[in-house]
């Protein structure tokens, strides 16, 4: 039986400790089983010479004076997160004067004319109706290309350009591997302006091919997955997914499920789980990334998709499904970056409450329509 939640603390993160407890029994076991959970709580004296300061930064002296600190971390994963509201309230010094170019570009980045700007794939290029592949010319693998969208402005996709992208980015990991059957372990990922690492304007995505072993992050996710079965006779990301469902922090678009992340690796991270590679998983990932730039203002982002073996491997795969990775990397015109020596080498800090982020996602991906703002309309704003 769910105790009660005090209306008071409802659905947010400050209130997590709380919600936890009012859960089911086998709700709470659950959530136990793959999480810990900590309330710590921050206490400062700041000289008056301070208060007016603070209350133009932070809105009241005490809301400094004492901070409260969650922190979640998984137990398989290893992954985890502090957060603190008050850090998205800090004040930044600086502003990017060129953070936010001209996202139409003027037709003179190599991938405006990728035939002759770029290189191709000794397998040649992967080519749809609105993207095609390019070798990249500085790769992180032996298979590394680029999917280059034909529109250069990286704000201005919609459902039938970002399909057609990943589509062509699928072909690309079968032809890839079929010049390289060693080559088994994909890896598809989308950095959206430079302040997500983008190294050119460009609208492009970017796949790869390993061989020998996956991806070391992707790794430790099956290594937690099977762990986690091994000894609790049960399917890891069921039970993730289920632990964020009982906290009415998931959602499903058709088939696909999608759920705020608990521990996210940055600012408002948001996770699909799909059986497959499909169509219907690409139109979900076009609704959420309508969802976070209409809803929630996101212009800078990374995506990235787990994806199991292409072809049978020593190591378990059974229960892996299709994992697909959102995260917001904060305003393109901040001089400060959003990863610090605590991100590098210790445990994320981020501001953003899974529980405003669910809202946006669940109104927008349920609505049936994208209604608000459109990404074409922000894409001209620069």
Partial sequence: MKEALNPAMARSVSSLPEQVTALSVADRDRFERLFSLTRSVGHTVPPAEMAAWIERAFGA???VKHQTIIKIHNRWTLEGTLYNDLRARRPIQGRLADARPDLGG????????????????????????HSVT??????????HSVVILNEHNPLRWNEESVVDALTTAERWLRRAHQAQPSAVYPFVMWNCLPR?????????????????????RIESWRRAA???REQHSAPYLADFFDAHSALDLTG???????LAHLTPIREKEVLLV???????????????????????????????VYLPPMAPVAEDWSAFPVVVRFVDRGDPASATSDVGAM??????????????????????????ADGGETSETLGDRG
């Fill in 134 to 143: 390019a070798s990249n010319v500085a790769k992180y693998d032996g298979l």
């Fill in 274 to 304: 799909a059986d497959r590679l499909d169509t219907e998983l690409f139109r979900a990932i076009h609704r959420v990334l309508r969802s976070w730039v209409d809803g929630l203002g996101v212009q800078a982002f990374n995506l990235a």
């Fill in 61 to 63: 002296v005490d809301a």
């Fill in 343 to 368: 991100e590098l080498f210790a445990q994320p800090v981020v501001s953003s409450d899974p529980w405003r982020v669910a809202s946006v996602l669940r109104t927008k991906l349920q609505s049936g």
């Fill in 106 to 129: 003027d037709g003179t980045d190599p991938f405006c004319a990728p035939l002759t700007g770029t290189p191709a794939d000794t397998f040649g290029r992967i080519t749809g109706q």
């Fill in 252 to 258: 499903e678009f058709g088939k696909v499920r999608w």
């Fill in 196 to 216: 997500s690492g983008a190294s050119i304007l460009h609208a492009h995505m970017q796949t790869a091919l390993s061989e020998e072993y996956a991806y070391a």
């Fill in 226 to 228: 099977q762990a986690y």
